[in-house]
């Protein structure tokens, strides 16, 4: 039998498989097939995705929570119901934003752009955000100023493979992506992978041996390296003065900005050597086209932007490459590695506080007129910008914040920062509903739970890393009573008498995405199932059927009002909770080859689990021995806003100011509980990746006692009663 041509559900890569149904209810067998970005290439991840289709805690029925504090089995009726009921009151209470809605960026297109337009138009709230404010804001910020859009590679990936040199700056590609690895090869054969990295991750190895340079910058600090790599572009005439001043609005600001940040003066403040800067600068520089080079990279991911000046940091990389010349030249450029499967397509059509389909400002009158007519509504009962997602959290369940809370295709009790708040403002609540696939830990506190379908099981679009839009294809049919999202925003849309359709079949939902995105910045309009169907790679904008498409961008202008790109001055400033005396080590962290996200599917998989079972805590030797700590002994850290008790991992790996916590897991793992939510100006992205820690020894209750043995177990858990659902307890495990 021939298999379901699909792409795998995790990361933005969208590695191609095909799926083959096995002789055992809702299985299926994964085998990759070759596309562009993973060509042929699968993670351990990816070969192991199938197993979530069955875990046996599948959510299979609506639930609701009943009088005794337990979620009960009911009909979608019921359970349809019972939230539009409540919604109608709240709102007739409290104003139409009394309701808050938070979406999620593994959602197809489709799910996204019926989410976005279900809070416009059904509840007329302006309080929608996603968990994509979590992962490439910053970035989109610093991308839509200095070039007027936001693609996050604005060119194929198989681009880099041709490169002389790539720097990537806060990215493990090995880890969160390793297919992606298979296009450093030639860069790293020309001795041209620069990774800045606080870690020697698996990513920061592949520089070894001749390969290229490892940055091991202090934690916080790559804005000022990134300013003095600039510096030394600038100074020692190793710029592309010609396509600064052809291209860019300001050359000369360029110049005065990085003028003080001397690699000396870097040094100080990154730990980096000033003779490290200058090489790496220099072999950055030889490999652009203005020195005859085979061409230059500029990548940024999760490490460079989870910072409360994360859109600074972005924008110094833009003007690192702007110095070389590098964007709109063929085979160079600046991009961005986006990190959820749809992270891309799912902030381009809704989900966002700020935004309409196609990328369009929801300020924007123009804007608000066109979708207001695409969705049959006048423009001025189109709600305004609403808060960003820390924000909108902070305010749940307040005086003047919403009452009520729909979350799809988001775990908050992992995902957020300060999880202490973030389960307080939960709590403080009227009605918590979530759509979810297995019980997550925001789902166990739901008043109400909706079963809905995954990957395999769903026909859709998704959208890339680098732009491209590619088909979500359906290979077995979903278990039990589970329904899509679409159905969801549908039945409630219905019962609250929204005269606008939701439809529920995904084709009819993209006909009317393409509509509504016609004329923006990501224009959909042309794309078709049928194309994408006929194997055309179609990267928007397609503002036509006739289209081929944009693989590349800005060979000849930008997307700004000018054409050029926009220079914008940045500067060097501390994290938000820099180091003191109290706590006087940086705190950051990371993913694991093995987990993805909140790990709420791949902890559920025995392969992946059985591999990294429990969070961990890397912690360099020296420090490990001043504080009497052992490998795999517990230790504690503590930051302002919590603390945890967790194993150590001695490992020369990170730097002797820092450790290292995989954030994957929840209950007493969540290392979240410690994070700052402190927010970026301008992306109002949280400060995941740094702050200041306190780390001390834990005494165990005897000296040959096991790591572990003091009870830590971070694997999937119940945290609120469930009844009727005896599948959600694992073997040999008990209810709490």
Not at 445 to 452: G, I
Request: glycine share 10%; with cysteine; charged share 20%.
């Amino acid at each position: 039998m021939t298999g379901v041509p699909t792409h795998c559900p995790y990361c933005a890569l969208q590695c191609a498989t095909t799926l083959h149904p096995v002789d055992r209810p809702g299985a299926v067998e994964v085998r990759p097939r070759d596309f562009p970005t993973s060509k042929g290439g699968l993670c351990r991840k990816g070969w192991t995705a199938p197993e979530v289709l069955t875990v046996p805690d599948r959510l299979t029925t609506p639930l609701v929570r009943d009088a005794a504090g337990n979620l009960v089995e009911t009909s979608w009726d019921e359970a349809l119901d019972f939230v539009a009921d409540r919604i109608r009151s709240l709102q007739a209470a409290h104003g139409n934003d009394a309701i808050a809605v938070f979406g999620g960026g593994g959602l197809t297109n489709e799910k996204a752009y019926a989410l976005g337009k279900f809070a416009r138009v059904a509840l007329k709230t302006a309080n929608v955000d996603y968990n994509g404010r979590f992962c490439m804001s910053s970035a989109a910020a610093a991308t839509n100023r200095a070039f007027g859009i936001d693609r996050g590679l604005p060119f194929p990936l198989a681009d880099v493979a041709g490169a002389g040199a790539v720097l990537l700056v806060g990215s493990n590609i090995a880890e969160t992506m390793p297919p992606a690895v298979s296009h450093l090869e030639g860069v790293r054969d020309s001795g041209g992978l620069l990774v800045v990295d606080p870690r020697r991750t698996a990513t920061a190895t592949l520089t070894e041996d001749g390969a290229g340079i490892h940055l091991q910058a202090t934690p916080g600090t790559d804005l000022a390296l990134v300013l003095a790599l600039t510096h030394v572009v600038l100074q020692e005439g190793l710029a592309d003065t010609a396509y600064l001043t052809e291209r860019t609005d300001d050359p000369d600001t360029l110049f005065r900005s990085t003028a003080s940040w001397w690699p000396e003066r870097a040094e100080r403040v990154t730990g980096v050597p000033a003779t490290t800067i200058r090489r790496a600068a220099r072999a950055l520089a030889a490999a652009a086209p203005v020195h005859g080079g085979a061409g230059a990279f500029i990548l940024t991911g999760r490490g460079a932007e989870q910072h409360s000046k994360g859109t600074d940091t972005v924008t110094a990389c833009i003007n690192l490459a702007l110095a070389l010349g590098l964007p709109g030249r063929l085979g160079s450029g600046y991009g961005c590695i986006t990190g959820q499967g749809n992270g891309q397509g799912g902030r381009e059509h809704g989900q966002k506080a700020d935004q309409l389909p196609g990328y369009r400002s929801i300020a924007d009158p123009a804007a608000r007129a066109y979708v207001a007519g695409v969705w049959g509504v006048d423009p001025s009962d189109l709600p305004g910008p609403g808060k960003s997602a820390v924000e909108l959290i902070n305010a749940l369940g307040t005086t003047d914040g919403p009452k009520a809370l729909l979350v799809h295709g988001s775990n908050l009790l992992v995902s957020a920062p300060r999880l202490a708040s973030v389960r307080e403002r939960l709590a403080a609540l009227d009605l918590l509903v979530v759509a979810d696939v297995v019980p997550s830990e925001t789902a166990l506190l739901a008043d109400v739970v909706f079963p809905v379908t995954q990957w395999a099981e769903e026909e859709g679009t998704m959208t890339s890393l680098e732009g491209r839009v590619i088909r979500r294809r359906a290979a077995i049919a979903p278990p039990g009573d589970v329904r899509s999202d679409l159905a969801v925003f549908a039945g409630l849309a219905e019962r609250l008498g929204s005269a606008q359709g939701f439809p529920t079949d995904p084709a009819e939902v993209f006909e009317e995405l393409r509509l509504a995105s016609k004329g923006g910045k990501a224009d959909y309009s042309g794309i078709t199932w049928d194309r994408i169907d006929a194997g055309e790679a179609l990267f928007w904008p397609v503002p036509a059927e006739g289209h081929p498409g944009t693989p590349r961008l800005f060979a000849d202008s930008f997307g700004t009002p000018d054409g050029r790109a926009h220079v914008v001055p940045v500067d060097h400033r501390p994290v938000a909770d820099d180091l003191n005396a109290a706590a006087p080590i940086y705190l950051i962290t990371g993913r694991l080859l093995q987990h993805y996200q909140s790990g709420a599917q791949t902890r559920r998989v025995v392969e992946l689990e059985e591999a990294e079972p429990e969070v961990f805590a890397e912690i360099h030797p020296r420090v490990a021995a001043q504080l009497g700590i052992s490998d795999g002994r517990p230790l504690r850290l503590r930051t302002a806003r919590g603390s945890m008790v967790l194993p150590a991992r001695v490992t020369a790996d990170v730097r002797p100011d820092t450790v290292f916590v995989p954030f994957h897991y929840g209950g007493a793992g969540a290392v979240n509980e410690l994070t700052n939510d402190a927010l970026d100006p301008v992306s109002r992205m949280p400060e995941f990746k740094a702050c200041a820690v306190e780390v001390t020894a834990v005494l165990l209750a005897g000296p040959s006692a096991p790591a572990g043995s003091w009870g830590f177990d971070s694997r999937p858990s119940l945290v609120a009663p469930v009844a009727s659902l005896p599948a959600l307890l694992s073997p040999g495990r008990e209810a709490p």
